[in-house]
Every structure is written in C-alpha cells, then in structure tokens.
C-alpha cells in the first residue's frame, strides 16, 4: 500500500490523475436508494473508515464498527455492517465504504506502463454518463478518501483533491505486466 501512495504523485504530475471510478454508463449509476452490497462491476465508493492492523483511520466512528474492522481477518468476502460495505485491500487494511457513486460505466480498461519503472497502472476511461455522474459527485468530496473496487476487494483508494480528473480512473498496484494486462481484461469483460 505505501508503493500505491508514492506512485500517485508520479501519476498525476505525469497527468494520469488519478480520478474516480466506473460509471451510471447502461442505465446504472447512483439514485436515491443505491444498494451497499458488491456488484460485480468496478465501483468508485466513498470510504467512510478505514483499519489497518494497529491504526484506525477515518472519522470517529462506534466502537461495535472498530472492532468489527479490527476482528476482520483478511482477505475476507465483502459483507455489509452497520449499513456499510465492509471489504479489505490486497495490503489487508478494512474499508467500511458507503453506496456506490457509480458502479460500472466503462468505456475502455488498459495495462499501462509507468515510465523506465517495471511496474504498470489500469487507466479505466469511463462512458460520457459516468464521467458526469463522478463529476457531480466529486464536487462534494474534495479532501475525501475515494475506494475503486471490483471482484471482491478494494484495488486502491484516493484522496479526492483539484487534480481530480473524472474522465477516467486510474488503478496502481504493485501491478506487472501480465497482472495489469489480466485486470484490464477482467474489467472490460465485466
């Protein structure tokens, strides 16, 4: 998860910005009633809280919600607690994350190289309604923790700030060619 985090200045700097996730695109998409439970579309949610073992991040949130994340064993089925979807990253930290701002809405998933670097990146471009949607949305989310989710578990999760592109996502990891070529695949199936 550091790599992620070091990795996200590069991006944007190299005007990659890292922006929401997948969109309203056929007819899906926020309302006033989303469901929390998983799709099994890539999702763009906000993070209410998070846990990584010894460190409780996020607002103050019931002490029945700490130690639900903290007793979380992962990597673990996502489930919903207290009205929220609680699901782990590949690092193993708990997110506790509100109903989706969009849940599909992809246009085009591609393995990107980053630089002289082995690593790769997943930049999602998103359909013209889910750009909108995450462009409403992103209006009152600036200083708030984003998470891009799909089959299972949180990929990654931002800090929504100016630099906030909402055409398109992007997805690090500690990501090689064959696995970020292996999720661009899987989400454009999706």
Known sequence: MRHLRKLAPLV??????AALLSACGSGSGSSSSPSVAA???LEVRPVYARYARGVALGPQIPKDLVDEMSGTQCPTDPRVVGGKLLMCDPGKTVFLMDAPIISGGVE???????GN???WYVKVDLTPDAQKTLTDASKSLDGHEIAYIFNGEVLTSIIV?????PTHIVILGDYNEAQAKKLADDI???
């Open 108 to 114: 085009k998933a591609t393995a990107t190289h980053i």
């Open 188 to 190: 454009n199936a999706a």
């Open 12 to 17: 944007l700097v190299a005007t990659l910005a």
């Open 117 to 119: 670097q082995k690593l």
């Open 161 to 165: 700030d100016s630099s906030y592109d």
């Open 39 to 41: 799709s099994d579309q």
